[in-house]
Every structure is written in structure tokens, then in C-alpha cells.
């Protein structure tokens, strides 16, 4: 499905669930991947990426067009769930299982999950000076992590970060600078 006009899609899932699945397929390694940037741990992004999607699948009938992307919406549920995460250091119930027993719902092969996080791992290793920042972005509030994130992780403009978080561009902006200033200060002291 071409995913140019999204309206169109919207109504191809609310006439049939099942092609929720065209939207996973699309969001889900983007979404993985932003997540486990954000969070470092392979199995609690799975769990956050998987009740992400479970949010999604759950609320796509109420998502109504207004100009914001599916993209926007699907990052702010992701966004959500991450400081949810940080705020009950909780283990989720296994969302995915339940899309897959609650909705017949059929994701790709597990390989695939697998192969995802063996590359992510040698992404992380590889760049140990990522692996640093990413300690040090943890550090930080949620909103700054949520920002910088998605700023210069995710490529995001202003105004996609503005959709995905709710907040207007200066605050955005705002949130980006001091953010950066603040990052940039836990580096110098960690690399005393």
C-alpha cells in the first residue's frame, strides 16, 4: 500500500483490522530502533516497541485525520511508553503475544526480531562513543532525551518533534538548546 496518502489507509484499516499489519510492517523497525537508542536494552525495547503497537492497534479507529502523520502519531505513542518505562521501571505484559492471540494478528518471522537486534548490538558496539552519549542522554529529563532523540537520532524536523510531542516549535527549540548545553556539560565532566 503506498503510504502517500495516509487518509486512505486509515480507512483501509478501520473497514479491515487485519491490515494494521501493512502499518507495522512500515513503522515497526523505525520505531524499534528509536526506541532502543533510547532505552539501550534490547528486550524492554521489544517490550515497548510491542505495547506501542498494541496502543496503536488498539486506538486507530479513534485516530482521526487532522494533518498529523501516522509516523507522528505512532512516535508519540512510543514517546509515551518510553517515560512510562523510566517512571515504574515495570516489565510489560507481552503485547506482542497479545496482538497475536487477542487480534489473530501476524507479525513478521521471528528471525527477523533477531536479526534486528544482532545488527543494533553491533551498531552499539561499534560506536562506543554513541554508547556514552546514550548513558549520558539517560541522564537526563525525559523531555530532553525526547527531543535530542528525535532531533538528531531519528533525523525529525522541528515541526515533526512538535507533532510527535504536542509542544509549539519554541518550546521545541527551546527544549533542543538547552537540552544540547546540558549533554554537552555531562561530557565534559565525564571525560575529565
Known amino acids: 500500500m503506498n503510504f502517500e496518502n495516509e487518509e486512505e489507509i486509515l480507512s483501509a484499516i478501520k473497514r479491515d483490522p487485519q491490515k494494521f499489519g501493512i502499518l507495522f510492517d512500515h513503522f515497526y523497525p523505525r520505531i524499534f530502533g528509536y526506541v532502543y537508542r533510547r532505552v539501550n536494552d534490547f528486550d524492554d525495547s521489544k517490550d515497548i516497541a510491542a505495547e506501542t503497537f498494541l496502543k496503536a492497534f488498539l486506538n486507530i479507529r479513534k485516530f482521526k485525520w487532522t494533518g498529523i502523520s501516522i509516523s507522528s502519531w505512532i512516535y508519540r505513542i512510543a514517546v509515551n511508553e518510553i517515560n512510562l518505562h523510566y517512571r515504574k521501571r515495570l516489565k510489560f505484559v507481552d503485547s506482542l503475544d497479545r ?70 516549535e519554541g518550546t521545541v527549540k527551546s527544549l533542543i538548546s538547552r537540552g544540547i548545553g546540558k549533554l554537552r556539560s555531562l561530557y565534559e565532566i565525564g571525560n575529565k
Open 99 to 168: 496482538l497475536i492471540d487477542d487480534f489473530s494478528f501476524e507479525p513478521g518471522d521471528e528471525t527477523n526480531f533477531l536479526e534486528d537486534r544482532e545488527r543494533l548490538e553491533k551498531e552499539s558496539k561499534k560506536y562506543s562513543e554513541f554508547q556514552f552519549i546514550s548513558r549520558l542522554l539517560t541522564m537526563l529529563s525525559p523531555d530532553y532525551q525526547a527531543v535530542i532523540s528525535l532531533r538528531y537520532f531519528e533525523k525529525k524536523s522541528i515541526k515533526e518533534i512538535c507533532e510527535i510531542l504536542g509542544k509549539k
